[in-house]
């Protein structure tokens, strides 16, 4: 059974960075894995994906702050967060996509139904 344990959140003060991690279960072949996020009152909503040759795909509100990258040796997936706003403040998901899937034109970043297995979710919090 696929897991993803997210880790790495915390509280920073406006500025500040954070690194998520993401440890994937091994033994699967993932075409896809990304970063959702939900803030409280919202929908969840993408941040960023990265496909199986390591084409990254980005949000354009984290362009230039956030980085989404992978160790396949290790099955983790990362996402570098700097320059953090208040208006980062969210619970991040991880999630990752079956064989086949890929994220044209940011499409799986708008349809959370693009993954088929997510994580359980790791607090950030921005203050200003």
């Known amino acids: 059974q696929v897991q993803l344990v997210e880790s790495g959140g915390g509280s920073v003060q406006a500025g500040g960075s954070l690194r998520l991690s993401c440890a994937a279960s091994?033994?699967?072949?993932?075409?896809?894995m990304g970063w959702f996020r939900q803030a409280p009152g919202k929908k969840r909503e993408g941040v960023a994906a990265?496909?199986?040759?390591?084409?990254?795909t980005y949000e354009d509100f984290v362009k230039g702050r956030f980085t989404i990258s992978k160790d396949g040796a290790r099955n983790t997936l990362y996402l570098q967060m700097n320059s953090l706003k208040p208006e980062d403040t969210a619970v991040y998901y991880c999630?990752?996509?079956?064989?086949?899937?890929?994220?044209?034109?940011?499409?799986?970043?708008?349809?959370?139904?693009?993954?088929?297995?997510w994580g359980q979710g790791t607090q950030v919090t921005v203050s200003s």
């Open positions: 999630a990752a996509a079956k064989g086949g899937r890929y994220c044209g034109g940011g499409y799986c970043l708008r349809f959370s139904s693009s993954f088929d297995y």
């Open positions: 990265i496909e199986s040759d390591g084409r990254p």
């Open positions: 091994s033994g699967y072949t993932y075409s896809m």
